[in-house]
């Protein structure tokens, strides 16, 4: 029985199909040729009818549906119905080794009786019974803790359409979009004009209309829409909504990161998008850490991917200037950089990870952390100017929205941090959340952290999942919840050969294993960073953010994201 889409039945979504349907149907395109169909919990098999001894059997798994539909054909003298099976599972690729997702259709007619609605209600039968079953085998990682998106799952889609190549769109018209009504997703499309419109539109948002935010872009649409639901005085619970995220931009960072924890099979291009695709039409949810990083400024953002000074974010800054040529920009901005190897003079102190620090009381506001200094640089108090804070910019933001499914809203953004949110004190509407591990920026560090000796440096790189770009698998061993930040640190010293051998490495993830020892890796849960050079760039999640003392630390598990 059918249910409204308005409001779904939670019993289907707990029980799905239970059981098992046969039944035999002829080829849309030619009646001559029957097969036999036969639906399990888990598997669809179809077989030709044929004499022959050798029949092929051809089994899909469920895991790899992604929907299914009923439908009466175009010829209103035709009295069958038909039902149509979406699937994606992995196949060769065409032209290279390896396996990637590629969409498989399986269509059957329906021509049992003289009847018409006899026969759509039998195709409406097996397409519900293929849906529901697809649903509850959904690819699930051994000892992952999901939740799954609520079903039809209300999903605004935020595409930058000027991210990378300036293709975003044109993807999600000519990918996305089908998987989407394959999968019976309502969505509603949303194009974003200016800096910061996805961060003053999720702000502002009823999001009660909303059961999923998805990021078509870049790296830094999803930064903006993570630091606008923490600007909001409901931030506990909007932080809590599901983020997708659909490759569109030249790095992809996310979208890399995710697909590898899935465990798939390497993929790029169009191959990851259609990975991530297949994951936001499957609908788990997963956990997924954020860090909370302090500018100079008293201004405080939220960060899921990585925070670089020195030569990572030189290179991602300055190689925007090729980003026509897509993900290739990041090598060319690599050798441009190379041939001016820059050394950044700086401090540098972290809070290992082997510290078990004590439960952050993220509900209360904590007293501040006050030590003893035993040494100078950050033992001892930041000689850092605090600049008076802004106040958010608060400009109205234009949007249409059209909430019919799969219809489109057109309502564009570039990428620098302004203005973010400072930690708020708590009152009867809200509570801040409360960075225990962080003393103030003026204050010293405390002396269970280490401090690193050198002051020399090429690069720090502080990020929190695997991959820094859909090709430099920088952090191997991380998860999206593992609770920590992955420090990496090269010091002065290493050579222009060996500093490219090191990101040439990290496309396969050997860097760690080069024995590089100018390159330092550490687990820690906070981290200060005090530059000392008067110029240089420091990039959170490849934004460009003011130029001074910073410091951070992790929240794990504090945000959702749709993942597999």
């Known amino acids: 029985m059918e249910k409204d889409a308005s409001a779904p039945d939670p019993s289907r979504q707990r029980n799905g199909f239970s059981g098992f349907l046969y039944g035999e149907f002829t080829d849309p395109l030619n009646d001559g040729v029957r097969y036999s169909v036969s639906l399990t919990e888990?598997?669809?098999?179809?077989?030709?009818?044929?004499?022959?001894?050798?029949?092929?059997?051809?089994?899909?798994?469920?895991?790899?549906?992604?929907?299914?539909?009923?439908?009466?054909?175009?010829?209103?003298?035709?009295?069958?119905?038909?039902?149509?099976?979406?699937?994606?599972?992995?196949?060769?690729?065409?032209?290279?080794?390896?396996?990637?997702?590629?969409?498989?259709?399986?269509?059957?007619?329906?021509?049992?009786?003289?009847d018409p609605l006899v026969n759509l209600r039998e195709a409406e039968r097996w397409a519900?019974?293929?849906?529901?079953?697809?649903?509850?085998?959904?690819?699930?990682?051994?000892g992952v803790v999901y939740t799954e998106l609520r079903r039809p799952c209300r999903t605004m889609i935020l595409v930058n359409p000027h991210s990378g190549r300036g293709q975003a769109l044109q993807l999600f018209t000519g990918h996305i979009q089908a998987m989407l009504t394959e999968a019976s997703v309502p969505y509603t499309l949303v194009i974003t004009e200016h800096q910061n419109h996805a961060r003053e539109l999720v702000r502002n948002a009823d999001l009660s209309q909303w059961d999923a935010l998805v990021i078509m872009?870049?790296?830094?649409?999803?930064?903006?829409?993570?630091?606008?639901?923490?600007?909001?005085?409901?931030?506990?619970?909007?932080?809590?909504?599901?983020?997708?995220?659909?490759?569109?931009?030249?790095?992809?960072?996310?979208?890399?990161?995710?697909?590898?924890?899935?465990?798939?099979?390497?993929?790029?291009?169009?191959?990851?998008?259609l990975s991530c695709g297949f994951m936001l039409c499957k609908g788990l949810v997963g956990s997924l850490d954020l860090v909370s990083v302090h500018l100079a400024s008293r201004q405080r953002l939220f960060s899921f991917l990585s925070l670089a000074w020195g030569f990572v974010a030189d290179v991602d800054i300055e190689s925007e200037k090729y980003r026509h040529v897509g993900a290739i920009r990041f090598l060319m901005g690599t050798l441009v950089r190379l041939a001016s190897l820059r050394v950044y003079q700086g401090r540098l102190a972290y809070l290992p990870a082997k510290e078990t620090p004590k439960p952050a009381k993220e509900r209360v506001k904590a007293t501040p952390l006050t030590f003893t200094p035993q040494q100078p640089s950050l033992c001892s108090?930041?000689?850092?100017?605090?600049?008076?804070?802004?106040?958010?910019?608060?400009?109205?933001?234009?949007?249409?929205?059209?909430?019919?499914?799969?219809?489109?809203?057109?309502?564009?953004?570039?990428?620098?941090?302004?203005?973010?949110?400072?930690?708020?004190?708590?009152?009867?509407?809200?509570?801040?959340?409360?960075d225990s591990l962080l003393p103030s920026l003026d204050q010293p560090v405390p002396e269970n952290w280490t401090v690193v000796n050198e002051e020399d440096f090429v690069l720090v790189l502080a990020i929190y999942q695997s991959h820094l770009a859909e090709d430099l698998w920088t952090v191997p061993g991380a998860m999206a919840d593992d609770g920590l930040i992955h420090l990496f640190y090269v010091t002065a010293g290493i050579s222009r050969p060996a500093l490219l051998r090191l990101f040439l490495a990290m496309e396969k993830g050997s860097h760690l294993a080069c024995g590089c020892p100018h390159l330092v890796y550490e687990k820690v849960r906070a981290l200060r960073l005090e530059p000392i050079s008067q110029q240089g760039m420091i990039t959170v999640d490849g934004e460009v953010v003011e130029y001074g003392p910073i410091q951070a630390q992790v929240h794990p598990r504090m945000a959702k994201v749709i993942c597999g």
């Open 217 to 273: 872009s870049g790296d830094g649409l999803l930064f903006e829409v993570i630091n606008g639901l923490m600007e909001r005085e409901d931030w506990q619970q909007a932080i809590q909504t599901p983020l997708g995220m659909l490759p569109g931009g030249s790095g992809n960072a996310l979208a890399a990161s995710i697909h590898h924890y899935s465990q798939s099979p390497p993929a790029w291009n169009e191959e990851l998008l």
């Open 42 to 114: 888990s598997v669809l098999t179809i077989q030709r009818i044929s004499s022959s001894p050798d029949r092929t059997k051809v089994v899909f798994n469920l895991s790899d549906c992604i929907g299914s539909r009923a439908y009466r054909g175009p010829d209103s003298a035709d009295i069958g119905a038909y039902f149509t099976a979406y699937f994606y599972p992995f196949k060769k690729r065409w032209m290279s080794t390896g396996v990637a997702r590629q969409r498989v259709e399986q269509c059957f007619r329906v021509a049992l009786v003289q």
């Open 381 to 434: 108090p930041l000689p850092c100017h605090l600049i008076p804070n802004a106040s958010p910019n608060q400009s109205s933001l234009k949007n249409c929205i059209d909430t019919n499914l799969n219809q489109n809203s057109i309502t564009n953004s570039s990428n620098v941090i302004t203005n973010m949110r400072p930690e708020t004190q708590s009152n009867n509407r809200t509570t801040s959340l409360v």
């Open 128 to 142: 519900r019974a293929i849906q529901d079953a697809s649903v509850l085998q959904a690819p699930r990682r051994d």
